[in-house]
Nanobody
Framework: QAQLVESGGGLVQAGGSLRLSCAAS??????MGWYRQAPGNQRELVAT???????NYADSVKGRFTISRDNAKNTVYLQMNSLKSEDTAVYYC???????????WGKGTLVTVSS
């Protein structure tokens, strides 16, 4: 059974940085990514990355966030710089299993940016 475990969330001041990690296990994953959900809002895409390193970002985080992955460790990272109060949300790791196409989600990690 596939499992995704996020870490690295916390409280940071506006303008600061955080690095999220997501350790995946139980499968080989093709596309991996990060989504976020702020209170009262729908879950939204933050960034995705393929196995060969192709990336995609939401317009709201371009130039501030960087997604990366280590295929050997089955881990995906999200480096978040120049954080804003509107980045406050629960961040979820997402991964698509390479052969079945099933999608797995982590339980989420809370990022709070104080202004």
């Amino acid at each position: 059974q596939a499992q995704l475990v996020e870490s690295g969330g916390g409280l940071v001041q506006a303008g600061g940085s955080l690095r999220l990690s997501c350790a995946a296990s139980g499968s080989i994953f093709s596309i991996m990514g990060w989504y976020r959900q702020a209170p009262g809002n729908q879950r939204e895409l933050v960034a995705t990355i393929t196995r060969d390193g192709s990336t995609n970002y939401a317009d709201s985080v371009k130039g501030r966030f960087t997604i990366s992955r280590d295929n050997a460790k089955n881990t995906v990272y999200l480096q978040m710089n120049s954080l804003k109060s509107e980045d406050t949300a629960v961040y979820y790791c997402n991964a698509n299993r390479r052969y079945s196409g099933m999608t797995d989600w982590g339980k989420g990690t809370l990022v709070t940016v104080s202004s």
